[in-house]
């Protein structure tokens, strides 16, 4: 017996155990001083109640030998593709019911794709970037390269066409950077990956912080998308379901490679693999897209947005330079006068109790730079607030 190798070539993930225990030690050295925690990509606002009652009623239904359901179709229910494939349509993406397979989340999809496509590949990561697309195709020994985000570019790397690559990620809007990409820069993304003949995978967990024009809401926004580009979506932080659980894939029917389609072969794999999300899950989901749902989703999304708005407001006031802020729950701003991120964290944290993410966890390219989340409540982002304006004063 022999063991998948590659897991040694993975960076053990100390990055969240560590920061609690300098939070820890902080609240040992200095008793009674509050904590502003800013730092973990976690939503902090409960279910909407439209979700929570669509649940309910899901649940009672399990409970009666009328209505009970037994194994559901790996695929998700009708009712709950055909609310996603109406969602699309209200920013004029057209996909087909087909096209979408419910899942579990994002990052379980962002993984599980991975099977259908050779060891072999190059895949081509943004730095700085969500951690999880390097750690999965390194289990797998792919050969990884980097498109450089940096102050340059706003953190929005663009296609060179001296790389090769065969899989492509992008996030947008971006975790950590918070910075999204337009229609027009995605098309040079979409454009490229037809020329390579290349795959893109598409992270568009924030896409419900873009409010009204500015940034595209999805990679199907450019022409010729739906031949390279399979779409990760997720509710967890769109409503608030990182525990509920639940998220969704857009695989086209037109992306073939080797004259298979990768619809077909997603689909193999997940009746294979991949039991479905419960029906509870998808009731309450569904719930998430009717008229009431929205609205209450919304009025949660403004909450986490005023809150990203007014850190970046602070930090404009203190002439720090950030990205994000707006269309997304992140800022990313540079670590004025420190050596490096970690020290730069343990300074915000020992003068202001702000916890933020040192950059250098998302990457090369996110050393000098520090994470905020606006997964908060007011009072704790009016106070955190306060403090950077002093800190950097
Ligand atoms: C939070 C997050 C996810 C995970 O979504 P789940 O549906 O909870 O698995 C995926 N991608 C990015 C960029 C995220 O920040």
Redesign the pocket.
């Known amino acids: 017996m022999k063991i998948n190798g590659n897991y040694k070539n993975l960076q053990e993930s100390y990055l969240f155990s560590d920061i609690a225990h300098k939070v820890a030690a902080f609240c040992v050295r200095h008793p009674g001083r509050e904590i502003l925690k800013m730092g973990i ?1 976690d939503v902090t606002l409960p279910l909407a109640p439209a979700v929570v009652s669509a649940m309910e009623r899901a649940v009672a239904e399990q409970g009666d030998k009328a209505t009970f359901r037994g194994y559901g179709p790996e695929q998700g229910y009708p009712f709950l593709r055909e609310a996603i494939r109406a969602y699309y349509g209200t920013f004029g993406v057209f996909v087909d019911a087909d096209e979408i397979f419910v899942s579990d ?4 999809d ?1 993984g599980n794709i991975l099977d259908i496509f050779a060891a072999d590949n190059t895949v081509l990561i943004p730095d700085p ?2 951690p ?1 697309y390097v750690d999965t195709n390194r289990m797998a020994g792919r050969r990884i390269v980097f498109a450089e985000g940096n102050e340059e570019n706003g953190f929005l790397p663009m296609p060179d066409e001296k790389v090769a690559a065969d899989i492509i990620y992008i ?1 947008s809007p ?2 950590p950077t918070g910075a999204a990409y337009t229609a027009r820069q995605l098309q040079a993304w979409v454009d490229y990956a037809n020329r390579q003949g290349a795959v893109i995978l598409y ?1 568009a ?2 896409e419900s912080f873009i409010f009204g024009r500015g940034p595209a809401r999805s990679i199907y926004e450019a022409e010729g998308a739906k031949e390279c580009a399979i779409e ?1 979506c ?4 769109t409503a608030g ?2 525990c509920t ?1 639940c ?1 969704y894939t857009v695989v086209p029917l037109a992306l073939k490679r080797e004259g298979v389609s990768l619809n077909k072969m997603w689909l193999r794999r997940q009746t294979t693999k991949f039991n479905g999300v419960s029906y509870i899950v998808q009731r309450g989901a569904e719930a998430a897209f009717s008229a009431a749902g929205r609205e209450q989703i919304k009025e949660n999304i403004s909450v986490y947005r005023a809150n990203a708005r007014a850190i970046a407001d602070a930090l404009d006031g203190a002439g720090i330079w950030y990205t994000g802020g707006k269309n997304s729950p992140y800022v990313w701003l540079r670590c004025a006068g420190a050596s490096d991120s970690f020290a730069f964290f343990d300074r915000l944290l020992e003068e202001t109790g702000i916890v933020g993410t040192p950059g250098a966890g998302f990457g090369k390219n996110g050393e000098g730079y520090l994470r905020l989340t606006a997964f908060a409540d007011e009072e704790t982002v009016k106070k955190a607030c306060r403090k950077l304006r002093a800190f950097f004063s």
């Open positions: 990509g989340g994002a990052k379980s962002l970037v969500y999880v996030c971006n975790n992270d967990a924030y990760f997720s509710f967890s932080k379901f990182t659980r998220g």
